[in-house]
């Protein structure tokens, strides 16, 4: 079984930058992709920005320019760095990874979240 730990987040001024990381562990065969997703009180979970195991990444429109996704695929961890960080941008972040044993079978694992608070 894979899992997820999440470290960094906290407490930012509007402006600010934080770094999140993310580490897989366990039995791991095949991380197709990693990346990160949040949820704000009251909102639904939604895509912040991922990268497929080719280096290929996707953000969320509201986030280009501002955060960049990393990914090591040799120690399987993804990171997110936020700049430009702005009030609603606050929300608890989840790392993700779409975990493949082979072309049939796919895991969807989540870490426990991050929290994240830009205040304005």
């Known amino acids: 079984q894979v899992q997820l730990i999440e470290s960094g987040g906290g407490l930012v001024e509007a402006g600010g930058s934080l770094r999140l990381s993310c580490a897989a562990s366990g039995t791991i065969w095949y991380l197709a992709t990693m990346g990160w997703y949040r949820q704000a009180p009251g909102n639904q979970r939604e895509l912040v920005a991922l990268?497929?195991?080719?280096?290929?990444?996707n953000y969320q429109h509201s986030v280009k320019g501002r955060f960049t996704i990393s990914r090591d695929g040799h120690k399987n961890t993804v990171s997110l760095q936020l700049n430009s960080l702005k009030p609603e941008d606050t929300g608890i972040y989840y790392c993700?990874?779409?975990?493949?044993?082979?072309?049939?079978?796919?895991?969807?694992?989540w870490g426990q979240g991050t929290q994240v608070t830009v205040s304005s």
């Open positions: 990268m497929a195991s080719d280096g290929n990444a």
């Open positions: 993700y990874a779409e975990h493949r044993r082979n072309l049939y079978q796919k895991d969807d694992v």
